[in-house]
C-alpha cells in the first residue's frame, strides 16, 4: 500500500492527502484545501442525520458511553434494548442479524456505530473476517472497506475494533477517512495504540472526530469498574465531557444500571456520542471563524 499523507504535527493548508477515484484506479496528491471539490461534505452528514435524540444537558458535564463488540450475542441486544439510554452501540460488521438486532436498539433510543475490525500488531489474535489490514492491496482494502460499512443502516460513525497496527499507518486511515467523509460519518478513535493517527487523518480530511478517555471494564470486576466511572466522572467535570467504552459483559451491563441512576443526583448527563461531537465540531468552527 503505497502512503497516503504526511499527517505529522497539525494539518494546515499545505497537507497533502492522497486521494482516490471512487473506481480505485487513479491516485492524485491533492492540496487539503481541494478537498470538498473531490470529496463535498453533505449539507445533512449522516452522523446528524442518524443521531439519537438529544439529551438536554444543560449546564452539566456530559458523559458518552460507547458499548463495543456487539452482534455476537444477541441476548446482550435484547438487554440493552431494555436499558434507557442514549447508551453508543458499536456493532461488528459481521455478526449474524445485524439488520434486526441494531433496529431493536435504535428504537430503544440507543445510538449506532459500526465497529470496523483493523489489524492488531499481535499477528496471532484474529480481528475478525473482512478486517482491514496493511498488506492488502489498494482494491481489496476498498471492497472491505465497503463491505463492512455496508452491513446495516442508521448508523453516525465508526471506532476501530482492534487495530493497533492499522491505526499508525497514516496512508490505510487517510483511505478509512476519505470514505466516511464520503458518507458524512464520524469517527471515534478507539485508541488502542498510543501511537494512533487516526484523530490527525481526521482532522487533515474534515472528517468530525473524538477519541475514547477510558476503558471501562479491562478487569471484569464492579468494583474496578465503578472506579473506572468515576474517573469518567471526574474528566467530564473538568473539561465538560468524557468518553468511555465498555464492553456488553453482563458485569459491566449490570454496573452501568446501577450507576446511571446516580447521575440526576450528581448533576452529569449521559448522552449519545455524537452529541458531544457536535459541540466538539462547533467549537472547533468558531476557533476556525475567529482567526
Known sequence: MPPAASIEGEPSD???????????????????????????????????LNAAVWNK???????????????????????????????????????????????????????????????????????????LLSSLSQEEFERRVNWNLSQFDGYVGVNNHMGSELTEDAGAMVRVMM????????FLD???????????????TGVPYIS??????????????????????RIARIRGYAVA????YDITLETLTKWQKTLKEKKISLVPLSQVVAAQEAGRHGAETAR
Open 14 to 48: 499545505n497537507v497533502v492527502a492522497v486521494l482516490q477515484s471512487m473506481n480505485g484506479e487513479e491516485q492524485a496528491q491533492v492540496p487539503i484545501e481541494d478537498l470538498d471539490n473531490i470529496v463535498p461534505i453533505q449539507a445533512v452528514p449522516a452522523w446528524r
Open 57 to 131: 444537558a444543560g449546564k452539566n458535564p456530559v458523559v458518552a458511553v460507547v458499548i463495543d463488540d456487539l452482534g455476537l450475542s444477541e441476548n446482550a441486544t435484547l438487554i440493552l434494548t431494555a436499558m434507557p439510554g442514549p447508551y453508543t452501540l458499536a456493532y461488528l460488521p459481521y455478526a449474524d442479524n445485524l439488520p434486526e438486532q441494531t433496529g431493536y436498539v435504535k428504537a430503544a433510543g440507543h445510538e449506532l456505530m459500526v465497529h470496523l475490525p483493523m489489524q492488531p500488531k499481535n499477528r496471532e489474535t484474529d480481528p475478525g473476517s473482512n478486517a
Open 179 to 186: 470514505k466516511l467523509r464520503q458518507n458524512g460519518h464520524l
Open 190 to 204: 478507539s485508541l488502542t495504540s498510543p501511537k494512533s493517527v487516526g484523530v490527525r487523518a481526521a482532522k487533515a
Open 212 to 233: 475514547r478517555d477510558i476503558f471501562l471494564d479491562n478487569v471484569r470486576e464492579e468494583g474496578a469498574i465503578e472506579e473506572q466511572l468515576e474517573k469518567l466522572e
Open 245 to 248: 467504552i465498555g464492553h456488553p
